[in-house]
């Protein structure tokens, strides 16, 4: 749990991830980024929910701890996302709207792809790489820092 002065508590044990734009770049992921998904999942339970652009899904997330759904739209990657209420949820496109709306707490990541206005708004805090985002997670103070009042 999280105790954010004069904003509140976060409780969330899992963390929903969009893959392309936020995770991957054109569907891979590096392997910076694999290394700091293994340490987040000593600490949450990660998922992911993606169209899988790319197709590369199963092969980018093959022997790590992280649980991988295909939908197809906003509105099933909400759906997906409430069954692991409360969640954190982080994402950067138009389909990622509802799912950051509806999360405990909503991380839009800016990345090589960009970010839909739509997203932006709908999220708690912003940030330029999905790199920045895992670390913020691992270093709960950082998210003290950003959203106390």
Do not use: H, Q, W
Request: hydrophobic share 40%.
């Amino acid at each position: 749990m999280i105790d954010i002065p004069n904003y509140g508590k976060i409780t969330s044990k899992t963390v929903v991830f969009d893959l392309n734009g936020t995770l991957a770049v054109d569907g891979l992921v590096s392997n910076e980024i694999k290394e700091l998904l293994k340490e987040l999942g000593k600490t949450y339970k990660l998922v992911v929910l993606t169209a899988d652009t790319y197709g590369t899904l199963e092969k980018e997330f093959k022997g790590l701890p992280i649980a991988v759904d295909r939908i197809k739209n906003e509105i099933e990657k909400l759906n997906a996302a409430e069954k692991y209420s409360p969640y954190i949820g982080i994402g950067n496109g138009n389909n990622d709207c509802l799912m950051l709306e509806k999360s405990e707490l909503g991380i839009l990541i800016i990345g090589e792809e960009g970010a839909s206005t739509n997203a932006l708004l709908k999220s708690d805090i912003v940030i330029n790489n999905i790199k920045d985002a895992i670390n913020l997670l691992l270093n709960e103070k950082r998210i003290i820092a950003t959203l106390r009042k």
